[in-house]
């Protein structure tokens, strides 16, 4: 199964890099411009990398898994999403580092629902972002869109994470 997974993750890139391969032969601009924006990507998020990924592993080290339980933890309660949108709004770099904090806060035993809440506010309420929103479309748009999006993501993530509980949800090592 895994080596599956690999061979059609493999065959994606190979797909994907031919497709731009042959766009930059064509001419065809939709193909350039994708190539253009995923190169710009990789040049903004890469840096962050390196410093992120040596933050989680501090977090792992240094903070106690009794710290993570007390705060984002089954007792925490209406503490933990609180924690977990402060968390996600000071998040920099998008899901891509989002998921691994997630991971991380998994195994430090944060609950699923304040995970899920963590994920869906660091997509929708970072800092940077809202006040790029904020100086676009207004402040009032800024509130009233948090208002409406934050209990709607705190609500799906409490539904979720006990149907995944009363399932028995296990994330796997290495996942």
């Given at each position: 199964?895994?080596?599956?997974?690999?061979i059609?993750?493999?065959?994606?890139i190979?797909?994907?890099?031919?497709?731009?391969?042959?766009?930059?032969?064509?001419?065809f601009?939709?193909?350039?411009?994708?190539?253009?924006?995923?190169?710009?990507?990789?040049?903004?998020?890469?840096?962050?990398f390196?410093?992120?990924?040596i933050?989680?592993g501090?977090?792992?080290?240094?903070v106690k898994?009794?710290?993570?339980?007390?705060?984002?933890?089954?007792n925490s309660?209406?503490r933990?999403?609180f924690?977990?949108?402060?968390?996600?709004?000071?998040t920099v770099?998008?899901?891509?580092i989002?998921?691994?904090?997630?991971?991380?806060?998994?195994?430090?035993?944060?609950k699923?629902?304040?995970?899920?809440?963590?994920?869906g506010?660091?997509a929708?309420?970072?800092?940077?972002?809202?006040?790029?929103?904020?100086s676009?479309?207004?402040?009032?748009?800024?509130?009233?869109?948090?208002?409406?999006?934050l209990p709607?993501?705190?609500i799906?993530?409490?539904?979720?994470?006990?149907?995944?509980?009363?399932?028995?949800?296990q994330?796997?090592k290495?996942?």
């Amino acid at each position: 199964m895994k080596k599956r997974k690999l061979i059609f993750g493999i065959a994606l890139i190979i797909i994907y890099f031919g497709f731009l391969l042959i766009s930059m032969r064509l001419n065809f601009y939709a193909g350039i411009k994708i190539g253009e924006n995923s190169l710009n990507f990789f040049k903004g998020i890469i840096p962050l990398f390196p410093g992120v990924f040596i933050l989680i592993g501090l977090f792992e080290v240094w903070v106690k898994r009794e710290t993570v339980e007390k705060h984002f933890g089954k007792n925490s309660g209406f503490r933990g999403y609180f924690w977990g949108i402060i968390l996600a709004s000071t998040t920099v770099g998008g899901i891509f580092i989002a998921f691994p904090i997630a991971y991380s806060l998994h195994n430090k035993g944060a609950k699923l629902s304040v995970i899920f809440t963590y994920i869906g506010a660091s997509a929708t309420c970072r800092i940077p972002m809202t006040m790029f929103e904020a100086s676009f479309l207004g402040i009032k748009f800024t509130l009233i869109r948090l208002c409406v999006s934050l209990p709607l993501i705190i609500i799906t993530s409490i539904f979720l994470g006990n149907y995944l509980e009363k399932n028995k949800f296990q994330i796997q090592k290495g996942a």
